[in-house]
């Protein structure tokens, strides 16, 4: 049975804005590392556009190793996307989904194969809030943005966290993998 892993970055004070982080050489292998592992990633509308993104890059290279990689990995992987707007969507390993979350998470989770992983921050409070979510991986950026979107916001229950180890990047960044353990209303 697979994993469900919710894989996101995040400021020092919370926030998720894929603008303030400081992404260098290291986080981008390590992601690269996460994708090559896992078996699909799920994203929202919003975060799926953001990821296009990394399209070009398969085609045409930066130059820069690690995110040419990451590129390649991002592009590779199957992305199952949700979205009440989108009617079709054209990048090759990606798919709308058939069906509601929870219906198509569990059926994910049925199948043989890598984890999968959770890269949007309303899909992520949707299955914290369905006990979906299997694995946290949060990597927390050493900065301070002081607005934005929390990452824990509107969660039904409280929820108690194992924390099964860390990974500190040379900048300052620290990677925190946690097990959600307990709900407790």
Known sequence: MRKVVAAFNMTLDGF???????????IHCHYTALLNNAAVIVYGRITYQLMEYWRPFVQTPSGEKSKDEFALA???IQ???FSNSLKSIDWERAKLAD??????IIKLKQQSGGDILVGSRSLI?????????????LCIYPVVVRQGLPLFENIDDRIIFKLLKTKT????????????????D
């Open 74 to 76: 991002i592009d590779k």
């Open 125 to 137: 409070i949707q299955l914290m809030n369905l006990n979906l979510i299997d694995e946290f991986q």
């Open 99 to 104: 069906g509601e979350l929870k219906d198509e």
């Open 169 to 184: 990047f040379a900048r300052g960044s620290v990677l925190l993998y946690y097990q959600p353990t307990s709900v407790i």
């Open 79 to 81: 992305k199952v996307v």
């Open 16 to 26: 998720c804005d894929h603008t303030a982080g400081i992404p260098d050489e290291e």
